[in-house]
């Protein structure tokens, strides 16, 4: 039914009048906002001929626009598949095979135009942003199973090609419904959205808390210190990555009187120092709410919302309705109705990722301490992450094994104190005795132009 389209389920057409998003200054009410979506919906049932079970692969800025291509696709039952913009051509061309998209939607012309033709249509945002803005909205919403997908998530592999992680309408509502449960997210929520909107924690966790809760976005297009400074003291929320706090410790305008009027400061993704929390708190008057999760399966545990309860070190309880085990050998383990639906097109790894008896085997490694929270203990894939990406060092091998100069390479996360971790590359080079800084300069200049760009800095 209508009701199990996730934009239904969070009734964002309840509170047309509700400010929606704050973009730059402009005001755009949840009413305005939906109708800006229904334009996107007209144009692409119209003129793009999309429709329930298409997926549109979406290379897009962080704008209004794409937060309204992504609802269009939601409301219309399409799959939306959102693409890091970094990605270099030789990255790219692996989701166009892979997700077979009926539109390509991209920010970046000149890198995507090779795909005309390959891809039914090739849109530049800009040019879709204006021939949608002549045409009369659709608020029409197709009718779907809670089990359809909503969005295909890709994931970087360990082994092998980034895989399509499945996310269906009503795993992404039920997650959303927990979370502004534990968190506590009222209408009068103000949310700082820093966050890249083409990955879980931006695009889902992030994102719904909002509209779950009729609540605004104070949409950012990036994390910049002085920019969140600027905007604190108008918002009550905010969500990031270690680095983003680590970063804010380091700016002299953080302080306690800035954070007066502030509700909750939320972590995940990666790895958050004790230092970092200790400093923030000091310098914030805020304790950071750390949270845990993956793609695949969403939010899966949270420190407490009570701030007498939320510490450091510690990623918390299950959220209501997941259910979290650790076995003998410490692997964490989630069932949940909020569990993704299977990688895409690719039926063999998802039945590898899940235990006989259904629960999703996340690849971590954790232990309950004395409180019943989850304490994590490192990956059992050795993923680095840097500045909150991850960098898998198998796919920098990959390319480095490519250059005939190299006998054998391992890449290998090493601690930094902006990024969290940085990617090292250790090399065996043929002929010992050659031109080490020549090689090594250009290795990385080739690099560059394979890899995105924080994967080889
Ligand atoms: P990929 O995108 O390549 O699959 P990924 O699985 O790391 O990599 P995400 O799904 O975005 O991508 O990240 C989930 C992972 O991030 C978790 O499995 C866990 O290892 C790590 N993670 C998430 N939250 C935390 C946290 N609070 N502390 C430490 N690590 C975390
Ligand atoms: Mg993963």
């Known amino acids: 039914s209508r009701e199990n389209n996730l934009t239904v389920r969070a009734r964002m057409h309840e509170d047309p009048n509700k400010v929606f998003v704050i973009d730059d200054g402009k005001k755009i009410t949840y009413g305005d906002f939906l109708k800006r979506a229904g334009q996107y919906v007209a144009s692409l049932h119209q003129h793009y001929k999309i429709s329930k079970g298409d997926r549109i692969l979406a290379r897009v800025s962080k704008n209004?626009?794409?937060?309204?291509?992504?609802?269009?696709?939601?409301?219309?039952?399409?799959?939306?598949?959102?693409?890091?913009?970094?990605?270099?051509?030789?990255?790219?061309?692996?989701?166009?095979?892979?997700?077979?998209?009926?539109?390509?939607?991209?920010?970046?012309?000149?890198?995507?135009?090779?795909?005309?033709?390959?891809?039914?249509?090739?849109?530049?945002?800009?040019?879709?942003?204006?021939?949608?803005?002549?045409?009369?909205?659709?608020?029409?919403?197709?009718?779907?199973?809670?089990?359809?997908?909503?969005?295909?998530?890709?994931?970087?592999?360990?082994?092998?090609?980034?895989?399509?992680?499945?996310?269906?309408?009503?795993?992404l509502s039920s997650n959303a419904e927990a979370l502004i449960d534990c968190w506590q997210f009222s209408k009068n929520d103000v949310q700082l959205h820093c966050l890249?909107?083409?990955?879980?924690?931006?695009?889902?966790?992030?994102f719904n808390c909002t509209i779950f809760s009729h609540s605004t976005l104070l949409w950012r297009p990036k994390f910049d210190v002085s920019d969140v400074i600027k905007h604190i003291p108008e918002s009550t929320v905010m969500m990031g990555v270690?680095?983003?706090?680590?970063?804010?410790?380091?700016?002299?305008?953080?302080?306690?009187?800035?954070?007066k009027t502030f509700r909750v400061f939320i972590c995940a993704s990666a790895p958050l120092p004790d230092e970092v929390w200790k400093d923030f708190?000091?310098?914030?008057?805020?304790?950071?709410?750390?949270?845990?999760?993956?793609?695949?399966?969403?939010?899966?545990?949270?420190?407490?919302?009570?701030?007498s309860k939320r510490a450091p070190s510690v990623q918390g309880k299950p959220l209501k309705g997941v259910d979290v085990r650790i076995t003998d050998t410490g692997s964490i383990e989630v069932k949940s109705p909020s569990l993704f639906k299977g990688y895409w097109k690719n039926?063999?790894?998802?039945?590898?990722?899940?235990?006989?008896?259904?629960?999703?085997?996340?690849?971590?490694?954790?232990?309950?301490?004395?409180?019943?929270?989850?304490?994590?203990?490192?990956?059992?894939?050795?993923?680095?992450i840097t500045g909150g990406l991850n960098v898998y060092p198998k796919e920098v091998e990959d390319q480095l094994d490519q250059f005939d100069e190299i006998e054998e390479s391992a890449v290998i996360g090493v601690p930094h104190s902006d990024f969290g971790e940085a990617v090292v590359g250790v090399i065996v080079l043929y002929d010992r005795d050659g031109d080490k800084t020549e090689l090594e300069k250009r290795i990385i200049i080739d690099l560059k132009a394979k890899l995105a760009g924080y994967k080889v800095r």
């Open 64 to 171: 209004v626009d794409a937060i309204a291509l992504y609802v269009a696709c939601l409301r219309l039952g399409a799959i939306y598949v959102p693409l890091n913009p970094a990605y270099t051509k030789q990255e790219t061309e692996h989701f166009v095979k892979d997700a077979s998209p009926s539109l390509f939607v991209t920010c970046n012309e000149s890198a995507d135009k090779e795909f005309v033709g390959k891809v039914q249509h090739v849109l530049k945002e800009s040019d879709l942003s204006a021939s949608t803005s002549k045409l009369s909205p659709n608020l029409d919403v197709e009718n779907l199973e809670s089990d359809d997908v909503g969005v295909i998530c890709y994931t970087s592999g360990t082994t092998g090609l980034p895989k399509g992680a499945m996310l269906t309408h009503g795993g």
């Open 196 to 206: 890249p909107f083409f990955h879980i924690h931006g695009l889902f966790v992030a």
């Open 242 to 259: 270690p680095t983003y706090y680590s970063r804010l410790c380091g700016s002299s305008k953080l302080s306690p009187d800035l954070c």
């Open 281 to 307: 708190q000091k310098k914030s008057g805020h304790t950071i709410l750390e949270r845990y999760g993956m793609t695949e399966a969403q939010v899966v545990t949270s420190n407490s919302y009570s701030v």
């Open 347 to 384: 039926p063999e790894k998802t039945a590898k990722d899940f235990t006989q008896d259904g629960y999703f085997i996340t690849g971590d490694m954790g232990q309950w301490d004395k409180n019943e929270n989850l304490v994590l203990l490192g990956r059992s894939k050795d993923v680095i």
